[in-house]
């Protein structure tokens, strides 16, 4: 018999809260979301930046959870603690504490959650997973995954992601993994980091979680790998994995291979060499899927298992997602990249968008700005120039205030025009498309360029 995530007296000695006539014995879900409610729901009410879960109390219970983890109010079902937020950490202290899953962490610029999903999918073929969801990975988001954590749990993988200093530091600790994967170090936070190093220094927090003998997976094809090294070093980390593209490494991609939808390369590791074929393509996702295959022999999973667990690896939607939309005959194909945006990831999928061919019509990019770029913003929006020029692109939309610098050294007869706000370019590039071309949306989240796909989505499904 599968056991509760959580029994009522186990929330109440986690929490040291107060229950105001809780009638569940036990509870099997953690939600904080009112409309998003799972069986035998937890509804905790934390406050947001734009919302205060305690005004969704009453509709939480209304909706189906059998009780609310609140700070403030009175009224049955609730379970009252100092502070809701501190209360969902306690769970994911105590969901930590009895687990003997196989847990990992991963955070970098880059790569974050498409290496979750491939590890998640390693370890899935190879016993019962937890896995983070969506990008649930700050300083709510981790203890919410990790308190939903199973007991029964074989495996889990945890994203940590970070806008500033101290912040993956207390998520690492939460989490206490056995494995800590650094995907990249890349110019994304750098107008509050100030720079690449210090980029590094804050990823590098996730060192500091780690259980004792952990072992460090890190992409070495970047510049700041020695420093990685050596905070790794300083951090008394028992073990470090490299991997990646560069010779030297313990986890080498060699030969490596794009097709129209996949991916093919030879890993090498040690005298073991490896075939890995995946669902998507992209040296980018090569690179992502080899951590997994890294932290899957650390976690002592056979090598054909997680390959043939990686053969089935797709790009997810937001992050190089590909839909064919309209008539068969002659589709509009979608690329969507949509979710996030720094130089390393637009370079990534300007690459890949140079080796597709469109199904019938033109090639056309729409790029959103990269945001939290600090003072080397502009020039770092003007240097995606010659990316764009050989991607293959006929005609580039740019939205945002930081695309400016773009539009202004990219020839005339590319632009197709530049839009301050998604708002005000929305139409003009829906009315620039139609069916045969190969459109790729690639922006920072904040741009909002999630509406351009779902407005293609609409318009282009039915020819």
Known sequence: MTPPLFTLDAILAATGGQAARVSAC???????????????????????????GHDFVETALENGAVAALVSQGEGDGRIVVPDALGGLRDLAIAARKRSRAFVAGVTGSVGKTTTKEALRLVF?????????????????GVPLMLARMPETAQFGVFEMGMNAPDEIRPLSKLVRPYVAVITNIAPAHLEKLGSLDNIARAKAEIF????????????????????????????????????????????????????????????????????????????HMLSNATAALAVAHLAGIEPETALRALAGFGAQPGRGQRVAVGPEERPLLLIDESYNANTASMGAALEVFSTLEAPG????????????????????????ADAVKNSGAERVHLVGQNMAALA???PQGLLAGHYNSIGEGLDVIMADLAYGDAVMVKGSNGVGLSRVVTEIKSRFAHS
Do not use: C
């Open 26 to 52: 036990q509870i099997n879900s953690i939600s904080i979301d009112s409309r998003e409610l799972g069986p035998e729901a937890l509804f905790v009410a934390i406050k947001g930046d734009r919302f205060d």
């Open 124 to 140: 899935e073929a190879a016993g019962e997973t937890h896995a983070s969801i969506k990008s649930f990975n700050n300083h709510w």
């Open 208 to 283: 500091e979680g780690l259980e004792p003998g952990g072992t460090a997976v890190l992409n070495a094809d970047h510049p700041q790998i020695n420093l990685l090294l050596e905070l790794a070093a300083a951090a008394d980390v028992g073990r470090v994995v490299t991997y990646g593209f560069a010779r030297g490494v313990d986890w080498q991609i060699t030969a490596p291979e794009m097709a129209a939808d996949r991916s093919f390369a030879t890993i090498v590791h040690g005298d073991e060499t490896h075939a890995l074929t995946l669902g998507v393509t992209g040296r």
């Open 361 to 384: 019509g033109r090639k056309i990019v729409v790029l959103g700005d990269m945001l939290e770029l600090g003072a080397a913003g502009a020039a770092m929006h003007a240097g995606l």
């Open 408 to 410: 202004t050294v990219l």
